[in-house]
């Protein structure tokens, strides 16, 4: 069984607090896009300048083909729309595909292209080692890569299909439902899955371990925490070969108890790290809304339905309940929004992130289930119906109420991806939510600027002009 995706019912505070005005002078305006043409172009533009400039995330000196990859995945980058390697490609895939193979401790900011940067590693130690043919047929090589949801599973491997497009490389997810009952084997190079469904597959002998060369954490510091899914990312490197398996570890966050777990767990890696102050993008920005009590949120999200739907947004609740009812009570109410939690069947929860994908849906309530890697980039809204907790995340149902900074920092990197813009709108609505938000801005030094309720015209003209 694997553990749930995301956290158990605690009560949530309550009451009317004072309110505490903490906001930022206004930036000057800048001039709008009237037509598609042209924002796609003001796209583009504005990713060459960040990738120009030396302080950005997106930016490299070098070119794909100055690091060494095969011609065929250069051919799958450049079919991808990609130009230019952004920091993170460009500082790790050298030390990843250098011989002999080392573990790294990769760290970069939400958005940022870690997952090409593992990606094109398990592709190239693939073609390096010859695979054109099953891999436990004739191909010494497997690598298989861990993800805490079958979302972000899914979507690395769209991921690996489009960069391995020109290659023969072959692939099989290991999540839930996917494989037969009745599966014998599995004969693929690279593996994809979530921890509980690999676990069961090397268990019975679905997936033999003996040819694994590269084994990837994406979400690294989630995978390993012993509050989330340590136990079970542990007991699947247990099965793996002691020894000849290079170990990847990447995540926009790495707190201090789960970088020294790390660091055991990748003996000798190479590390790229983020120094605190450079945990979140700054295209990203972000506002909070006092509201008055629990039905004062739900209000305002209403009101904000219209700016929710200029692109398309995320609403992360703390409770699967609190996603499902207020879903329920805008679509009774006419409006037009998914909701997607861990308690929704396999089957119902790939047709919702896809349809939400294709742009069917423009507005989904969800809880911390999708908070990690999800890479959608019409997404210019993020909304934190509810603050994330640390009792969420060790799903204890403990009296933590300290705010989860972590998952805080990548439920809002769901916007603002690889250079574009996009804000994200916390709901406080007493003394103990404005708290654990200080908390949240003390912790990652940006600010939190606020923004009125009670004008809605005044609100919408500041949320669109940072949108812009
Ligand atoms: N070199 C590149 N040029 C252009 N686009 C890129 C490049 N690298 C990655 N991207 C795009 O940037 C977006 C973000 O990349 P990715 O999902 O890998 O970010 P990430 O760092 O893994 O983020 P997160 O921490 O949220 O998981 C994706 O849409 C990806 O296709």
């Not at 940022?112 to 054109?132: H, N, Q, R, Y």
């Not at 070969?241 to 790495?254: D, E, N, R, W, Y």
Request: overall charge negative; proline content about 4%; charged content about 25%.
């Amino acid at each position: 069984m694997e553990k749930d995706e995301d956290g158990f019912y605690t009560p949530a505070a309550s009451g009317s607090e004072p309110k505490i005005d903490n906001e930022k002078p206004e930036e000057p305006e800048k001039s709008a896009n009237t037509d598609l043409i042209n924002s796609t172009f003001e796209v583009s533009v504005t990713l060459a300048d960040q990738q120009a400039d030396s302080a950005s995330p997106l930016y490299s000196v070098k070119t794909f083909e100055e690091l060494g990859l095969h011609q065929d995945l250069l051919k799958g980058i450049y079919d991808m729309g990609f130009s230019k390697p952004s920091k993170i490609q460009e500082r790790a895939l050298p030390l990843l595909l250098s011989n002999p193979p080392t573990n790294m401790i990769g760290q970069s900011q939400s958005g940022t292209g870690k997952t090409a940067a593992f990606v094109l590693t398990m592709l190239s130690t693939s073609l390096a080692l010859g695979c054109t043919l099953p891999a436990l047929i004739d191909s010494p090589f497997q690598a298989l890569c861990l993800a805490p949801s079958r979302e972000l599973a899914r979507q690395i491997m769209s991921v690996i299909i489009a960069m391995g497009k020109f290659t023969s490389v072959q692939t099989e997810y290991a999540i839930k439902d996917n494989l037969p009952r009745n599966a014998t084997r599995v004969t693929a190079h690279i593996i994809v899955g979530t921890p509980g469904t690999m676990i069961d597959l090397i268990r019975r002998k679905v997936i033999d371990v003996s040819n694994v060369k590269v084994f990837v954490l994406d979400e690294a510091d989630n995978m390993l925490d012993q509050d989330g899914l340590g136990d079970q990312t542990l007991r699947v490197k247990n099965m793996l070969p002691k020894t000849g398996v290079q170990i990847i570890l990447f995540s926009a966050t790495f707190p201090d108890h789960v970088r020294t777990f790390a660091s055991k767990f990748a003996p000798s890696a190479n590390k790229i790290e983020l120094q605190k102050e450079e945990l979140s993008v700054d295209s990203i920005r972000q506002f909070y809304m006092d509201c008055k009590d629990e039905e004062h949120k739900y209000d305002i999200l209403v009101t904000l339905y219209t700016l929710l739907t200029i692109g398309q947004s995320i609403i992360f609740c703390q409770h699967r309940h609190t996603a499902d009812r207020i879903s329920a009570k805008m679509t009774a109410e006419g409006h037009h929004v998914a909701s997607l939690h861990g308690a929704k069947d396999a089957t119902e929860r790939d047709q919702i992130i896809d349809r939400f994908r294709e742009g069917k849906e423009k507005v989904l309530i969800t809880t911390n289930v999708i908070a990690r890697g999800i890479d959608i980039l019409q997404v210019n809204m993020v909304v934190n119906y509810d603050l994330p907790l640390m009792n969420e995340r060790n799903n204890s149902r403990s009296d933590d109420s300290r705010p989860d900074v972590e998952t805080y920092i990548h439920r809002i990197g769901r916007t603002g991806r690889f250079g574009r813009k996009g804000i994200s709108v916390n709901f406080v609505h007493d003394r103990k939510t404005w708290l654990q938000m200080e908390e949240i801005e003390k912790q990652t030094g940006k600010k939190i600027m606020r923004i009125e309720t009670n004008d809605i015209d005044v609100m919408e003209e500041k949320m669109r002009k940072a949108m812009k």
